[in-house]
């Protein structure tokens, strides 16, 4: 069939002729070849021969599928689908927006349909993704404009789509060819310093590889040792992370890692046992994906070792069955299904990609699918671990809430507390690599909270979990949800201090009957922030009755900055729960006995607050008073590091009140600062200024309790 198949696409695209000047039958034929390396079954490569015929030469599905059945025809199809919307994307702005509302809206339209055809048939991705790489190695022919369009669509998709499916083999080569044409002077230096350092990298190689080979041997350990080196866009972020660190990037032996490579997995840990006698381990630099494997189904021990004259090398060691999945991830799964090995892990491994059809259903607008799946497939990950040591994938950022639900659904709909690393820790705290996560449920059916879907309040960062979390709310009895919206729009107009009339509010949100517009609100459908942002533009249109108001008359409180509106000289102090500085949208609390607590006007304690008529308006006094802030950097560690930070913070004409500092075992340290600033603008001024200092990681704000603030 694949010779047929060959003389059938050869004899359509007759007399066609590619940009570069070839043929255009070399194109199919470079895919189905790259394919038939990956060792894909024969309807993957007679699709491959055959998946421009329809587009370019006029061939209906019907007659492939006469030619070489509903499987081929099917596979084609779904090609053909994802060239079309390719197409699209390349042609001038004006002829997009004649297609779509917005470029922005076809190129999510693009993916939407490429991550569904993946969760349907893999095999239509890794075509397209063989069809890209090649197009990519011919790019030289196209017009400079329209190669970087299609150079930042592949570093945006399809390097991304391939590192997802844990195909490298793809990956790097796309990588390395987008690079070139995004930035070529870049490329040149790089390949140029590597070009220089060639001799000396390849003497290193083979000193410490023949080391390892030798005591491999003498323990009896058959194994193929190899020096794998880094691709070119790969040791260009490696640069751009040396010099965020501050480090020269003299050491060119950073640029590459030991593979070795065995027959049984037991070879694999007996092989780490001999690195480890031969190299001393750096202590934290060890990983067991043999074990424990990565969601892209990679697995193998990797150990980060000191070798002679101190240069850290990274070892790789593997089966060559797991080498082939490693450089061709589900391609090599695939082959090995068809090959009748059964693979049982193969479909747990891939429940991603079928989720991706369930959100499909799920979400009504694009843009919200898109952004929502970019976030989890083609952001950075965290890894961290159950308390039985199992690896759980996360988009970075993610939080135990998003931990839960990824162990499972219910356990994240129970989710009431969480340990990390042994210590209860906040649900709304960021994970990072290697924590272990231990998660509280409730053996109640309460369900999670609406509070979850509030992007403001940071607990939930995956798009899985946010879906999980409005498919429980939609599932409530209707009645319930009417109950729950009813709740949250009586709080609402309680603290905005309004009446508006169900007319108003029908029309405002374009809902037929006010139970489908408290529906909305109880399942999380319409956001409360939302739903505070529509009725505060109300107030500003109608102003109420004077005597609807307790806002008339602004009076100053002696204690402080603050301007209470229409409650007389009361006491006033900021809220610990939120801290806020000038600059800052605040709200007044009344409290019994201590006058008025300031707070954010998000603050969780005031949204969640059962008496919304001791609310008051309030505002920023001209006096000018220091508040106390407290500022978390983290950087990697270096000589000079405080004396630059402290250095800056002075010359912004900020206080320091304290510092505490910690380090940590990977090189980096945390600064706790203490600082006294005038308002937001100054904080916002030395965030830029410290998220510019030589090695910084992060500069975040921690709102917990803080002394009172002083006058200037």
């Given at each position: 069939m694949v010779g047929q198949a060959y003389l059938f696409a050869d004899e359509c695209h007759e007399?066609?002729?590619?940009?570069?000047?070839?043929?255009?039958?070399?194109?199919?034929?470079?895919?189905?070849?790259?394919?038939?390396?990956?060792?894909?079954?024969?309807?993957?490569?007679?699709?491959?021969?055959?998946?421009?015929?329809?587009?370019?030469?006029?061939?209906?599905?019907?007659?492939?599928?006469?030619r070489f059945g509903p499987e081929v025809s099917k596979l084609v199809d779904g090609v053909t689908k994802l060239t079309r919307m390719d197409d699209k994307l390349q042609l001038p702005t004006e002829d997009v927006a004649s297609l779509m509302d917005d470029a922005e809206h076809l190129h999510a339209e693009s993916l939407r349909k490429m991550l569904v055809s993946m969760a349907e048939d893999i095999r239509v991705v890794l075509i397209k993704l063989a069809d890209r790489l090649h197009n990519m190695q011919t790019l030289d022919a196209l017009p400079p404009e329209k190669r970087k369009r299609i150079a930042q669509e592949t570093l945006d998709i399809y390097s991304p789509l391939a590192h997802r499916l844990g195909i490298w083999e793809i990956k790097w080569r796309l990588d390395d060819l987008a690079f070139r044409h995004l930035n070529e002077e870049a490329y040149r230096d790089i390949s140029r310093i590597m070009a220089a350092k060639r001799t000396e990298r390849e003497d290193y190689i083979e000193k410490v590889t023949s080391a390892l080979r030798e005591e491999l041997a003498g323990y009896g350990i058959a194994a193929e040792v190899i020096g794998r080196p880094k691709g070119i866009y790969s040791t260009y972020r490696k640069m751009q992370k040396y010099q965020t660190q501050g480090k020269d990037f003299g050491d060119i032996y950073d640029l590459f890692a030991l593979r070795v490579l065995v027959e049984e997995t037991a070879d694999c840990y007996k092989s780490l046992g001999v690195v480890h006698q031969l190299w001393h381990p750096i202590p934290g630099q060890f990983d067991d994906y043999i074990g424990n494997p990565k969601e892209n189904m990679y697995q193998a021990l990797h150990t980060t070792v000191i070798c002679d004259g101190g240069t850290p090398l990274e070892v790789q060691i593997k089966t060559y069955e797991l080498h082939q999945i490693a450089e061709y991830g589900v391609a090599a799964h695939w082959a090995y299904k068809e090959g009748g090995g059964g693979d049982q892990r193969f479909d747990e491994k891939m429940t991603w990609l079928r989720q991706l059809l369930e959100w499909q259903r799920e979400v009504a607008g694009t843009a919200e699918f898109i952004e929502s799946v970019k976030q989890d497939i083609f952001h950075d990950q965290v890894f961290v671990y159950t308390p039985k040591g199992r690896i759980v994938e996360l988009t970075s950022g993610s939080t135990p809430v998003d931990f839960a639900y990824k162990i499972h659904t219910e356990m994240g709909h129970r989710c009431v507390g969480a340990k990390v690393n042994g210590k209860l820790t906040a649900l709304d705290t960021a994970l990072e690599n290697g924590d272990t996560v231990e998660i509280f449920t409730s053996k109640s059916d309460r369900g999670p909270s609406l509070d979850w879907l509030n992007p403001n309040r940071g607990y939930v960062m995956s798009a899985g979990a946010r879906q999980s979390v409005r498919q429980w709310f939609r599932r409530q009895e209707r009645s319930t949800n009417i109950q729950r919206g009813r709740e949250v729009l009586r709080r609402e107009l309680r603290r905005l201090d309004q009446k508006v009339d169900d007319e108003t509010l029908l029309g405002l949100f374009k809902v037929?009957?006010?139970?489908?517009?408290?529906?909305?609100?109880?399942?999380?459908?319409?956001?409360?922030?939302?739903?505070?942002?529509?009725?505060?533009?109300?107030?500003?249109?109608?102003?109420?009755?004077?005597?609807?108001?307790?806002?008339?008359?602004?009076?100053?409180?002696?204690?402080?900055?603050?301007?209470?509106?229409?409650?007389?000289?009361?006491?006033?102090?900021?809220?610990?729960?939120?801290?806020?500085?000038?600059?800052e949208p605040i709200i007044g609390f009344i409290t019994r006995t201590r006058g008025v607590t300031v707070h954010k006007q998000d603050c969780a304690s005031v949204r969640n607050e059962d008496e919304p008529e001791r609310l008051v308006d309030v505002q920023w006094g001209e006096e000018q008073q220091l508040y106390p802030v407290r500022v978390t950097m983290k950087a990697y560690d270096r000589v000079g590091l405080l004396r630059d930070m402290t250095s800056l913070v002075s010359n912004e004409g900020v206080n320091i009140a304290s510092v505490i500092t910690e380090e940590w075992a990977d090189g980096t340290v945390t600064m706790a600062l203490t600082c006294h600033t005038t308002g937001l603008d100054q904080l916002n001024k030395l965030f830029s200024k410290l998220e510019g200092v030589r090695g910084c990681i992060s500069v975040t704000r921690d709102r917990s309790n803080m002394p009172a603030p002083s006058r200037s």
């Open positions: 007399g066609q002729m590619r940009k570069s000047g070839e043929p255009y039958i070399a194109h199919p034929l470079e895919t189905a070849l790259f394919l038939a390396g990956l060792h894909l079954d024969s309807h993957t490569i007679v699709s491959a021969l055959l998946h421009d015929v329809v587009e370019d030469c006029g061939v209906s599905l019907d007659e492939i599928t006469q037929d009957t006010k139970d489908d517009l408290l529906a909305n609100l109880g399942s999380g459908n319409l956001a409360e922030s939302l739903l505070s942002h529509r009725l505060a533009q109300i107030g500003q249109e109608t102003e109420p009755p004077m005597t609807h108001r307790r806002n008339d008359l602004p009076i100053s409180s002696p204690s402080s900055g603050i301007t209470v509106l229409g409650v007389g000289s009361l006491l006033t102090r900021m809220g610990r729960c939120c801290n806020p500085i000038p600059g």
